[in-house]
């Protein structure tokens, strides 16, 4: 058998596992969006058997003989590179969980998802305080089969930023928060807070949805390719390159929470739409860690949609939808979804406050994991954080801890990637300008050039680069957190006024 | 092991079967409702993947060990007896195809039906045509595998009505065809044609959704176990008994295509939202088969929904729907849906005339898989043929040849079910009679004990009794067509003013 042939039984080998990922995917996405309460049971046993199939093709001894074989090659692909270093990675930390355990955690983390947006929906944290209980507990036993060096957070952060580390979070966040605290006081004290009370209003749902489907146009989503639908809490999810799905949710009250939900997403569905044809079959035709993934999510929601140069733009499409806005003028709204303000939804927050939401998480996880804080304590922990840090406190569940989906479907650990996100958003957003005039190409109403330059730099190569090889290739530097701080500064010091 | 040990081990794998079943239709159910374009061929392989594992699953050794020892044990519950029927069933038929075939042809149907649903939109069959006609090899080939005795359409019919025949369907569609078009010539000589220019106008399509909701609710479709979608073809898909999933279709200058086509759906609907929680795990938690499915459909669109007694109670939620029609009496909505009336869309046609469509269907599949036909004649035949039998001519393929989704989806032999949905249905309304006050119930807009009474006697065994026994056990004799004629000329000569 020559190479080229056992790479291509090799392909079609991972092509299976492909398949099944989609196959999962599809009904975890239906689970969320379509599924009647009647089906929520039938549902997860049935992610629960597909678990199984997943755990057995990732751990057949075939697949021991094709890393044992692409190991012994001289592989200079990078594609063959990385399609070794990704099915040994998930061979090795899979053949570590028994299947029958793997089993387990997809039906119960199927049902908590239903059940969280039941107890999210009736303020009921009782409801899902055992689901929450059972979920560590399995995230503790994985941890146990999967072993760990410094901290038992290590092995989670490692499933969605391959590398990463507690003690660097640690390090990173703490000069983050010091800094954004110090920000946040100049703001307060010196500067002048913009106005927001005209955007009080009653805002219909037909209508928020079609902006929202204007926007996503106008960034480059590809309906063809892709549909934008209704959920609990918005996620994005991909079955192919040319299926991309992604959520939202509205309030009659404000439709920037949706919009910019939907920016968000709409960052994640251009990286999954972007990814190259040729990398199906690879294992490698999906973002290559979450740090990348809200790069790309909060670069459009933020980096773009809260620039004076898309409201230029866009508060036309706002006016039309919206008349009682029409007099706004671009200005107001730049103004108004910029104001740095301490508040208690992460995914509604401001760009300067929202790395509190997930810092606090990040402590909260670590406890958690660590058997320093149970699921009873976590609620007044929950508090007491968002008192210290922010300034505030829910005055119920629904806006404190039953806000986020994560736990609920089994995601500890993930949170870290929202603010790693936001870090290389600026880094790679300072490498761009220095390509594209992106303030005028926004203005216009163009951005198809900021797509095809991320295309090209970023979405197409899928998970052939690791994280930290993708940074340094697109910005000519490692990770550097300073870009972020600079960008917010300069950003909120015009806003607010100061100087 | 004991008895109870070994069935719970067979239920245990018959459970797999049943999830990975839920899984494919799930995968089906959102190709037909939701995949965008660029979804169509990733879905399609990761349904051939799919039918691969069910092929898997169903040939297993395993599967002969439990057919073999079913076989010697003295069964005596009807569901462990119904189980090895159906297991030997599947067992026999799927050991004889190719695992490679089965999976080629899932993948080419799963393509077909968005190709099918194109080529209907743009009225364009050469679009269609080598999809039809691979499809059609590929039936051949199958029947090449499983044999046949007296006609190659035999083996096709036998997998939606077990049993059946040819010959059968020859006999009983000749005498039926005869005694309709006699009917139909009494009506157009002696009979008052009823008026229904009323019915001329328009109708949002939120108003039609909103209307067909409040019909399902009527006759007791529970939407915490299901839900209606819209999709190219309508049609009904069940994911257990707590997810049943119907779809319908919207036109703008007729309400009653899509009221009727939501009855009908819901009629199978019912049946799959009543089977027992109990025959979980024994592979008979589905219809048992697609006459007796049909006869739940035709039963709610025609003798429920096309009853005088139907309208006396549902006008005024048509009037609440469409002001327009606020002065039509039931009296009037009653005469006008039981038109008979030659026509050539079959989902439309009136109950006198619709078994003229399924025999048109039936001639030509008979003709297309004895080699009797060509793809390329097909659609100058299949005008012929509604000449001759109808009297009508379609002007385009989408009126004619294009309007069924069957075809697309592999399912030839499908059609009759519907005609003999229809005698089982007239022959079970005959019963209910005896049982149940159905017009005063009708009438009242309580449906609830005609629901509970085909829950009681056919929905809740699912697949546990054959056809054949079921139709004695519910009405004490073998399927007779006299009550089904009988039926319709005795309403139609009424509505016809006859005498």
């Given at each position: 058998?020559?190479f080229?042939?056992?790479i291509r039984?090799?392909?079609?080998?991972?092509?299976?596992?492909?398949?099944?990922?989609?196959?999962?995917?599809?009904?975890?996405w239906?689970?969320?969006?379509?599924?009647?309460?009647g089906?929520?049971?039938?549902?997860?046993?049935?992610?629960?058997?597909l678990?199984g199939?997943?755990?057995?093709?990732?751990?057949?001894?075939?697949?021991?003989?094709?890393?044992?074989?692409?190991e012994?090659q001289?592989?200079?692909?990078?594609?063959?590179?990385?399609?070794?270093?990704?099915?040994?990675?998930?061979?090795d930390?899979m053949?570590?969980?028994p299947?029958?355990?793997?089993?387990?955690?997809?039906?119960?983390?199927?049902e908590?998802?239903s059940?969280?947006?039941?107890?999210?929906k009736?303020?009921?944290?009782e409801?899902f305080?055992?689901?929450?209980?059972?979920?560590?507990?399995?995230?503790k036993?994985?941890?146990?089969?999967?072993?760990?060096?410094?901290?038992?957070?290590d092995t989670?952060l490692?499933?969605?930023?391959?590398?990463?580390?507690t003690?660097?979070?640690?390090?990173?966040?703490?000069?983050?928060?010091?800094k954004?605290?110090?920000?946040?006081r100049?703001?307060?004290e010196?500067?002048?807070?913009?106005?927001?009370?005209?955007?009080?209003?009653k805002?219909?749902?037909?209508a928020?949805?079609?902006?929202?489907?204007?926007?996503?146009?106008?960034?480059?989503?590809?309906?063809?390719?892709?549909?934008?639908?209704?959920?609990?809490?918005?996620?994005?999810?991909?079955?192919?390159?040319?299926?991309?799905?992604l959520?939202?949710?509205?309030?009659?009250?404000?439709?920037?929470?949706?919009?910019?939900?939907?920016?968000?997403?709409?960052?994640?569905?251009?990286?999954?739409?972007?990814?190259?044809?040729?990398?199906?079959?690879?294992?490698?035709?999906?973002?290559?860690?979450?740090?990348?993934?809200?790069?790309?999510?909060?670069?459009?929601?933020?980096?773009?949609?809260?620039?004076r140069?898309?409201?230029?733009?866009?508060h036309?499409?706002?006016?039309?939808a919206?008349?009682?806005?029409?007099?706004?003028t671009?200005?107001q709204?730049?103004?108004a979804?910029?104001?740095?303000?301490?508040?208690?939804i992460?995914?509604?927050a401001?760009?300067?406050?929202?790395?509190?939401?997930?810092?606090?998480r990040?402590?909260?996880?670590?406890?958690?994991?660590?058997?320093?804080?149970?699921?009873?304590?976590?609620?007044?922990?929950?508090?007491e954080?968002?008192?210290s840090?922010?300034?505030?406190?829910p005055?119920?569940?629904?806006e404190?801890?039953?806000?986020?989906?994560?736990?609920?479907?089994?995601?500890?650990?993930?949170?870290p990637?929202?603010?790693?996100?936001?870090?290389?958003?600026?880094?790679?957003?300072?490498?761009?300008?220095?390509?594209?005039n992106?303030?005028?190409?926004?203005?216009?109403?163009?951005?198809?050039?900021?797509?095809?330059?991320?295309?090209?730099?970023?979405?197409?190569?899928?998970?052939?680069?690791?994280?930290s090889?993708?940074?340094?290739?697109?910005?000519?530097?490692?990770?550097?957190?300073?870009?972020?701080?600079?960008?917010?500064?300069?950003?909120?010091?015009e806003?607010?006024?100061?100087?």
């Amino acid at each position: 058998m020559t190479f080229e042939e056992k790479i291509r039984e090799i392909r079609g080998y991972v092509r299976k596992m492909e398949l099944l990922d989609h196959t999962r995917a599809v009904l975890h996405w239906d689970l969320e969006v379509n599924t009647p309460p009647g089906g929520v049971k039938p549902r997860s046993e049935a992610l629960g058997y597909l678990a199984g199939e997943t755990h057995k093709l990732t751990t057949s001894p075939v697949v021991g003989e094709y890393i044992a074989w692409l190991e012994e090659q001289q592989l200079e692909d990078p594609v063959h590179k990385a399609m070794l270093r990704e099915l040994k990675r998930s061979y090795d930390r899979m053949t570590k969980i028994p299947a029958e355990r793997y089993m387990a955690f997809a039906r119960l983390t199927s049902e908590a998802q239903s059940v969280w947006a039941e107890a999210r929906k009736r303020n009921d944290y009782e409801m899902f305080k055992p689901y929450l209980q059972q979920i560590l507990e399995f995230q503790k036993e994985f941890v146990g089969y999967l072993g760990f060096k410094a901290n038992k957070y290590d092995t989670l952060l490692d499933l969605y930023e391959p590398g990463l580390t507690t003690e660097t979070l640690e390090h990173v966040f703490g000069e983050l928060r010091d800094k954004l605290v110090i920000l946040l006081r100049e703001l307060q004290e010196k500067g002048t807070r913009p106005d927001n009370s005209f955007l009080n209003g009653k805002y219909a749902e037909d209508a928020q949805r079609a902006l929202n489907e204007r926007a996503l146009r106008l960034i480059g989503f590809d309906f063809q390719k892709g549909r934008m639908d209704v959920s609990a809490h918005p996620f994005t999810t991909s079955f192919a390159n040319g299926d991309v799905r992604l959520t939202t949710r509205y309030a009659e009250d404000d439709f920037l929470s949706s919009l910019f939900s939907t920016l968000h997403e709409g960052g994640h569905a251009l990286y999954e739409q972007g990814i190259a044809d040729d990398l199906v079959g690879t294992g490698l035709a999906n973002g290559v860690s979450m740090g990348i993934h809200e790069s790309q999510s909060r670069f459009y929601e933020n980096f773009i949609g809260r620039s004076r140069e898309f409201w230029l733009n866009f508060h036309k499409d706002v006016a039309a939808a919206f008349p009682q806005l029409a007099t706004v003028t671009p200005e107001q709204f730049y103004r108004a979804v910029n104001i740095a303000q301490p508040s208690l939804i992460r995914v509604e927050a401001d760009e300067l406050t929202y790395s509190m939401h997930i810092i606090i998480r990040f402590e909260m996880e670590k406890a958690l994991i660590n058997d320093e804080l149970t699921v009873d304590d976590a609620p007044a922990v929950w508090s007491e954080k968002y008192a210290s840090y922010l300034g505030v406190a829910p005055s119920n569940y629904a806006e404190g801890i039953l806000q986020d989906v994560h736990w609920s479907g089994g995601m500890v650990g993930y949170f870290p990637s929202y603010a790693l996100g936001n870090l290389y958003a600026a880094q790679i957003y300072n490498t761009m300008l220095k390509d594209l005039n992106v303030p005028t190409l926004v203005a216009s109403g163009d951005l198809s050039p900021i797509r095809e330059w991320l295309r090209e730099k970023i979405h197409r190569h899928g998970a052939v680069y690791t994280p930290s090889e993708l940074v340094v290739m697109v910005t000519g530097e490692p990770l550097n957190a300073s870009y972020f701080v600079e960008y917010l500064k300069n950003k909120l010091f015009e806003v607010y006024r100061i100087n």
